[in-house]
């Protein structure tokens, strides 16, 4: 099923280093996410937890076109998958307890400002995403190219220096959608 065009504002917004008329980055969900944003803030927040590895990860960020960057942070704790865990980085401190339709908890900017959030599994027009951009060692995708969307809004911090670029879904003959980016 095609997504709604939430990402038109995306394409205003990423893909750093396109060359005109080519295709070069693909977008993917990093599924298992929880998605949401934090109460009367411009920050996005994204909860992982992995019960694979007994890990807790939490992306939180504000970035958006033509708006510095304040929040940009990665959190990575040990997790037993039903207590609240406390992460802090960057500054930046996030509480995370489970509820009953995903998680809630506290975020404390840098700054001393605290606000609440609930994420919620990512569906629909929703998520976080990465570019399939990995590291030639490892296999593993790459941090800092991650964007959090709920909707028609996104946030992250992959600012298109070249614009402009769009984003579009592209159907193979097999039935598998992928993200590509356009850039002119």
Same mark, same amino acid.
């Given at each position: 099923m095609i997504r709604k065009l939430w990402l038109f504002a995306l394409a205003l917004a990423i893909v750093a280093g396109c060359a005109p008329g080519e295709t070069r980055s693909n977008l993917v969900e990093i599924p298992g996410a929880y998605v949401g944003r934090v109460q009367g803030t411009d920050t996005f927040i994204a909860v992982l937890p992995d019960a694979r590895t007994g890990q807790l990860k939490v992306y939180a960020c504000d970035g958006q076109? $033509?708006?510095?960057?304040?929040?940009?942070?990665? !959190?990575?704790?040990?997790? &037993?998958?039903?207590?609240?865990?406390?992460?802090?980085? $960057?500054?930046?401190?996030?509480?995370?307890?489970?509820?009953?339709?995903? !998680?809630?908890? +506290?975020?404390?900017?840098?700054?001393?400002?605290?606000?609440? !959030?609930?994420? +919620?599994?990512?569906?629909?027009?929703?998520?976080?995403?990465?570019?399939? +951009?990995? &590291?030639?060692?490892?296999?593993?995708?790459?941090? $800092?190219? +991650?964007l959090i969307m709920l909707g028609d809004a996104f946030r992250g911090t992959m600012v298109s220096t070249r614009k402009p670029c769009r984003f579009v879904l592209v159907q193979g003959a097999n039935g598998q959608q992928q993200w590509v980016s356009v850039c002119n």
């Open positions: 076109p $033509g708006r510095d960057v304040t929040v940009d942070q990665w !959190f990575t704790a040990p997790w &037993d998958g039903t207590s609240p865990v406390t992460l802090t980085g $960057g500054g930046h401190t996030v509480t995370v307890r489970p509820d009953r339709t995903g !998680f809630a908890g +506290e975020f404390v900017a840098a700054n001393g400002t605290a606000a609440p !959030f609930t994420v +919620e599994k990512a569906t629909g027009g929703s998520g976080l995403v990465s570019f399939d +951009e990995r &590291d030639p060692a490892t296999g593993e995708l790459l941090k $800092g190219r +991650e």
